[in-house]
Nanobody, 121 residues
Framework: QVPLVESGGGLAQAGGSLNLSCSTSGRTISTSIMGWFRQAPGKERLFVAA?????GIYYGDSVKGRFTISRDKNTVILQMNSLKPEDTAVYYC?????????????????WGQGTQVTVSS
């Protein structure tokens, strides 16, 4: 059973919006930090945004001012506005215990299967 389940994503035009949602599947996992990473074809998986259970929020430089992450218990939402073609990627939800380097994907110990986001120009 995959520990995190994503929904949302799909196809959007440049300048448009999409929302992604992620929830725990019922397994007991550490969710002190929940966040999103993305991976474009042939590229490494990169940090997008994360939120701590105490409300601390972090964004990758490429999405600041366009994406908004929010959280309600063990559900995390990523609102993506002003989408660009370079936002096209598979988006992965991730969760883990409390740690300082929220942008380091190696510190997250639970992942979803990923959801495709495609932005056309």
């Amino acid at each position: 059973q995959v520990p995190l389940v994503e929904s949302g994503g799909g196809l959007a035009q440049a300048g448009g919006s999409l929302n992604l949602s992620c929830s725990t599947s019922g397994r007991t996992i550490s969710t002190s930090i929940m966040g999103w990473f993305r991976q474009a074809p042939g590229k490494e998986r990169l940090f997008v945004a994360a939120v701590r259970n105490n409300g601390g929020i972090y964004y990758g430089d490429s999405v600041k001012g366009r994406f908004t992450i929010s959280r309600d218990k063990n559900t995390v939402i990523l609102q993506m506005n002003s989408l660009k073609p370079e936002d096209t990627a598979v988006y992965y939800c991730a969760a883990g215990p409390s740690f300082l380097q929220v942008r380091d994907r190696r510190l997250y110990n639970s992942w979803g299967q990923g959801t495709q986001v495609t932005v056309s120009s």
